[in-house]
C-alpha cells in the first residue's frame, strides 16, 4: 500500500477507502450482523460491510497500539527494576459533532476490541456523565449552552481519567439521562480495571486552559489513540434533524421525557425546531469549539452523506 504524503494533510498519511479496505484480510471479524444491529446508534445506519471495511483493520490497529504501549511499559519497568506496577488501561478517545455518529464508533470499537483475548475487558464512558446539573447550568445562565465545554465539570473529567491512569481499581461514573435531560441524581457507572477505555463526547480535544499561576492539562492528555469523526456540515444537519425527527416519534413521546412538548409537533414543524436548534446551538458549537480540534486527532474518519467512512487520516508518527 502507498500513502500519499501532500500539503493538505501534514503530519498524517492519507487513506481512501479503498486502500483502507485491503487491510481487512489481515484481521478476523468476530462480529455478526445481530451484533451490529443491536449497536447502531440511532439514525446513523451500520451494516456489516462498512464493519469489515472499516473497522476489522481499525480494531487490528488499535491492538498493535496496545501491544506497543504494554511492551514499552514492561521494558521500562524491567530497566527501572519496578517489579511491584501493573499495566493502566489503554485510553482511545473519540471527538466529533452531534450526529455524527460518535457513538456507533464507539459501541462498535468496543464490541470488537473486547473479542480480543489480550483486552477483553472494554469500558465505554460518555462525557455526558461530567456535564453539570441543570440546576447548576441554569444558576449559571447557560443551560442553553448545553454541549459548549464551559458546561462540562472538566477537572471532575480530568480528576476520573488521572485515577484511570493511576490503575485505580474501581472507579464511578455519573450517569445522564437524554430522556430527562439531566444528570440521574444517585446513579453511576462503575469502571473497574479495564484493559481499554473508551471515552467519547463533543469536546475530548479540547487543549488546555491556561490561567495563570496553574498546571494545564487537557483531557486528551491521558489518551494513548484518538479518533476525530468528521463530515461536511451539511450533511451532519440534515443527521441531527433525521434523529431528531426519529426522536420525535420515540423518546420525546415518553412521559418523564423533558422535549415532551415537542412529541406533538407536525413534520414541518419538528424539521423548523431542529433546523433553529441546529443553527443556534450545535453549529455554533462545532464552529467554534469541536471542528477546531480536529487536527488533535491521531486518526480522523471523513464520512460522506450516507454515513459511509470515505476516506481515513492516521497521523505518521
Known amino acids: 500500500m502507498t500513502t500519499r504524503p501532500d500539503h493538505a494533510t501534514g503530519p498524517y498519511a492519507n487513506y481512501t477507502r479503498e486502500e483502507w479496505d485491503r487491510l481487512a484480510d489481515r484481521t478476523p471479524l468476530p462480529l455478526t450482523q445481530a451484533d451490529i444491529d443491536r ?6 445506519p451500520i ?14 490497529l488499535l491492538q498493535l497500539y496496545v501491544d506497543g504501549r504494554r511492551r514499552t511499559a514492561h521494558e521500562r519497568r524491567s530497566f527501572l527494576g519496578d517489579s511491584s506496577a501493573t499495566d493502566t488501561p489503554f485510553v482511545i478517545g473519540i471527538a466529533g459533532s452531534v450526529a455524527v455518529g460518535k457513538s456507533t464508533v464507539a459501541r462498535l470499537l468496543q464490541l470488537l476490541l473486547s473479542r480480543w483475548s489480550h483486552t477483553p ?29 464551559e458546561s462540562y465539570d472538566r477537572q471532575a473529567l480530568i480528576d476520573f481519567l488521572s485515577a484511570v491512569k493511576s490503575g485505580a481499581p474501581s ?41 495563570p499561576g496553574s498546571v494545564s492539562v487537557a483531557v486528551s492528555d491521558y489518551f494513548d489513540f484518538s479518533i476525530y469523526v ?13 434523529r431528531f425527527l426519529e426522536l420525535r416519534r420515540t423518546a420525546f413521546s415518553r412521559e418523564d421525557s423533558f422535549f415532551r412538548t415537542y412529541a406533538g409537533l407536525t413534520d414541518v414543524e419538528a424539521e423548523t425546531t431542529a433546523r433553529m436548534v441546529w443553527s443556534a446551538i450545535n453549529l455554533p458549537n462545532l464552529r467554534d469549539n469541536i471542528a477546531p480540534t480536529r487536527e488533535r486527532a ?20
Open 39 to 44: 449497536i447502531a446508534s440511532l439514525g446513523d
Open 171 to 211: 472507579l464511578e461514573v455519573p450517569v445522564y439521562s437524554h430522556v430527562v435531560y439531566d444528570i440521574v441524581e444517585g446513579e453511576t457507572l462503575s469502571v473497574r480495571s479495564p484493559d481499554i477505555l473508551i471515552v467519547e463526547g463533543l469536546n475530548v480535544l479540547q487543549p488546555p486552559r491556561t490561567r
Open 121 to 149: 475487558r472494554v469500558d465505554l464512558v460518555t462525557t455526558d456523565g461530567f456535564l453539570y446539573p441543570n440546576a447548576v447550568l441554569e444558576s449559571r445562565g447557560i443551560l442553553a449552552r448545553k454541549g459548549f465545554p
Open 298 to 317: 491521531t486518526m480522523i474518519f471523513k464520512k460522506d452523506a450516507s454515513h459511509r467512512v470515505e476516506s481515513l487520516l492516521l497521523r505518521k508518527d
Open 230 to 242: 468528521d463530515a461536511e456540515e451539511a450533511h451532519i444537519e440534515q443527521w441531527y434533524v433525521d
Open 47 to 60: 451494516d456489516m460491510r462498512e464493519v469489515d471495511a472499516i473497522y476489522r483493520p481499525l480494531s487490528a
